[in-house]
């Protein structure tokens, strides 16, 4: 029995060798320690991740003796690889990982940081004090932030690695040499997104088009010298993206019109990954942990939860009053994230109180089951003044979940943030457009400071929600997280109502129709859900939009009483699971 390392946000919670006294509830970043059942690994390790050579490159560290971290490693490298079009080598990206050993449920945060040189203007058209167009800012050389998943990585490699940090690369530079098949959904995407103006950068035209201007065709062999030279630089210097050559090129290229950026060398050396306990909460029986801020994910999934933990969720299933009882708390929870969250190095943060259950159970209470709520906005958990943030939904990213033949279990979520990040291209792979995280505009329309405005050195706001529970008996129960925007937060909560409350599989549970309800509107995946639930929901006065699919990607493993592992991989994407 070991104390977790977390931030715990319920002022009750006991699970199997609980001491006497409750611990203190704290706001800020020291630990804060309840007490769990360390788990013992009985089954041999898992990989679940979005491409079969992501899974296989992970495997092969596993099989080798390596950590799970170590298998993240391998996993991050190909993913930026094979699925350029959602994460990569100059992205960011958030990590939980579970210590069995210790107890310890840990936080890495790899958010990319803006530079130095930001304003908060940077982003409004000087004509008319309004935002850009979307596209103008996120192709822009000020959308790129300094790259951060690497240096993220070397910092849990350090607490955690088993293999010399070099062994890790080996997947990624023998694919980069060797090349890789371009799949379907990267073909779609390349083909998706020249319509938007993707290939505009020649070397990005170069590596993801043919001879005659076409989308790298299904099956293509892709090789990608320039990217194995990079892990091998990597290899060598877990800094190499942040320091010397690559470094000075990553500057210039964002240094380049349309609306060049401000990054120099001093903002890539300032650069650090930081870690801290988890956000920990309570939902029925079990104990929630993911990101905390400048993540809203870990804080957002948990506002649900909390919310919809003052309705019998079991007893209505997956029904129409489920359905509208999830939506009406997302509403509420999608309006206080988007008012009250952003990076609290800069910002207060009230996470404490926004996660309070008995400010939940007052939100709870907004909530009739026979009609949509009309007006929703953000709740009073603290008196601040808070400017309303509308930063657009941007879809992207990955997610992967390791456990390995210990037990450390990963649950990670990476991103170059847009699809194809800023569509910049330079040593083999692309540039983030992480900056375009933040709000464009520093205040709202009643002139109240936004929460999640520019400022140099903040990291963006982010929607990823990596999560690691644990069940009634405080032993590991599953990992759950996915890509797709801020509509993350509602991918993931649906997975774990489907899992706790209507006792569903990982599979079934990921197969649930995803449902995003925020700012007023639901859209849903209609081919997923029965037309009479839709059509009540409308008779209930929701306005819904509806879908033919969503771009999440979630990937599960869930921890049987046997100590076996069972994975569920999303079959919108092309991930797969695998045992070592």
């Known amino acids: 029995m070991k104390t977790i390392s977390a931030l715990l946000l319920t002022s009750a919670l006991c699970l199997s060798a609980c001491k006497d006294t409750t611990p203190e509830i704290s706001t800020n970043k020291t630990q804060s320690g309840f007490h769990i059942s360390t788990t013992e690994a009985s089954s041999p390790g898992m990989v679940v991740a979005a491409n079969p050579h992501a899974v296989e490159a992970g495997i092969a560290v596993l099989r080798k003796g390596g950590s799970a971290v170590d298998a993240a490693i391998a996993v991050q490298t190909v993913l930026g690889l094979v699925e350029p079009q959602s994460s990569g080598l100059a992205g960011g990206a958030f990590m939980i990982v579970y210590d069995n050993e210790t107890g310890d449920v840990w936080f890495y945060n790899g958010r990319e940081t ?24 996120v192709t822009s050389g000020r959308a790129t932030g300094v790259p951060g998943v690497m240096v993220m990585l070397d910092k849990a490699h350090k607490d955690y690695g088993k293999l010399d940090w070099r062994e890790s690369f080996a997947p990624g530079i023998a694919l980069a040499e060797g090349g890789f098949d371009v799949s379907p959904r990267l073909n779609d995407l390349i083909t998706r997104m020249s319509q938007y103006g993707f290939g505009s950068d020649p070397d990005a035209q170069a590596y993801f088009f043919t001879e005659d201007g076409a989308p790298l065709p299904v099956g293509f062999k892709r090789d990608n010298q320039p990217y194995a030279d990079v892990l091998k630089a990597l290899a060598d210097n877990p800094r190499a993206l942040l320091e010397g050559q690559i470094a000075e090129d990553i500057i210039a290229e964002t240094r380049m019109e349309p609306l060049p950026g401000t990054m120099t060398l001093a903002d890539m050396a300032a650069y650090q990954a930081q870690k801290e306990p988890a956000l920990c909460g309570t939902y029925r029986d079990y104990t929630l942990c993911g990101a905390m801020p400048p993540s809203s994910g870990g804080v957002a999934v948990l506002s649900i939860l909390g919310t919809l933990e003052n309705f019998n969720m079991t007893e209505m299933g997956n029904s129409l009053d489920g359905w509208h009882a999830f939506i009406e708390a997302s509403f509420l929870s999608y309006a206080d994230r988007d008012k009250y969250v952003a990076d609290d190095d800069f910002v207060a943060v009230p996470v404490k109180e926004m996660l309070d259950k008995d400010y939940l159970k007052s939100r709870a209470e907004l909530i009739t089951m026979d009609s949509a709520m009309s007006d929703v906005k953000a709740g009073n958990p603290v008196d601040f003044v808070r400017g309303k943030d509308a930063t ?19 649950s990670m979520t990476t991103t170059v943030e847009g699809a194809f990040g800023s569509g910049r291209f330079v040593h083999g792979f692309l540039l983030n457009n992480q900056l375009t995280d933040f709000s464009a505009m520093p205040v709202d329309a009643n002139g109240d400071p936004i929460a999640n405005a520019i400022e140099p050195g903040k990291r963006p706001r982010s929607s990823m929600a990596p999560m690691i529970a644990f069940g009634p008996d405080g032993e590991l129960a599953f990992t759950t997280g996915s890509p797709g925007g801020n509509s993350i937060i509602a991918y993931t909560a649906k997975t774990i109502v489907g899992m706790v409350d209507w006792g569903l599989s990982p599979e079934e549970a990921i197969a649930l129709p995803n449902v995003i309800a925020r700012n007023g509107s639901v859209r849903l995946e209609e081919n997923r859900l029965d037309e009479d639930i839709i059509s009540g929901l409308e008779a209930r006065g929701h306005e819904v939009r509806r879908s033919q699919g969503e771009i999440s990607g979630l990937h599960i493993i869930w921890r049987n009483a046997d100590g076996t592992y069972t994975g569920g991989a999303d079959p919108r994407r092309e991930g797969i699971v695998k045992s070592e």
Do not use: C, W
């Open 392 to 410: 657009p939904d941007n879809p992207g990213t990955s997610h992967f979940t390791i456990i390995d033949k210990d037990g450390l279990t990963v």
């Open 114 to 137: 803006a530079p130095a040189g930001v304003t908060p203007d940077m982003f409004l058209d000087p004509d008319t004090s309004e935002p850009r167009r979307y596209f103008q800012r």
